[in-house]
């Protein structure tokens, strides 16, 4: 089980995106997340005209590492860590360190 997954809603501790918010489009295998319009990289793509691709410079999201975001607490307003607990019927659910409420409703 990881900590952050697609669909959550993290901030960004360090870097040139610092303080901003987004949702996690998607987690790769060596711990790195695609942030919603965060971390925005150009790129020169060459048109492929047997996919009706045009050519020209585009801008996407580039990966972040994993330890640079924190999951968004709206309690707090705040970047917070998280922690795993099992619950009574026996499932495992992600916690907020700092309140200790549930994330996973």
Do not use: C, Y
């Amino acid at each position: 089980m990881r900590k952050i997954r697609k669909g959550d809603d993290v901030i960004i501790v360090t870097g040139k995106d610092k303080g901003k918010r987004g949702s996690v489009l998607r987690v790769t295998a060596d711990d790195r997340v695609f942030v919603e319009g965060l971390n925005m990289v150009k790129r020169h793509v060459k048109a492929n005209p047997n996919m009706n691709q045009p050519g020209g410079i585009i801008e996407k999201e580039a990966p972040l590492h994993i330890s640079n975001v924190m999951l968004f607490n709206p309690q707090t307003n705040k970047g917070d860590r998280v922690g795993f607990k099992v619950l009574e019927d026996g499932s495992k659910v992600r916690v907020f360190k700092s309140t200790g409420e549930v994330v996973d409703v």
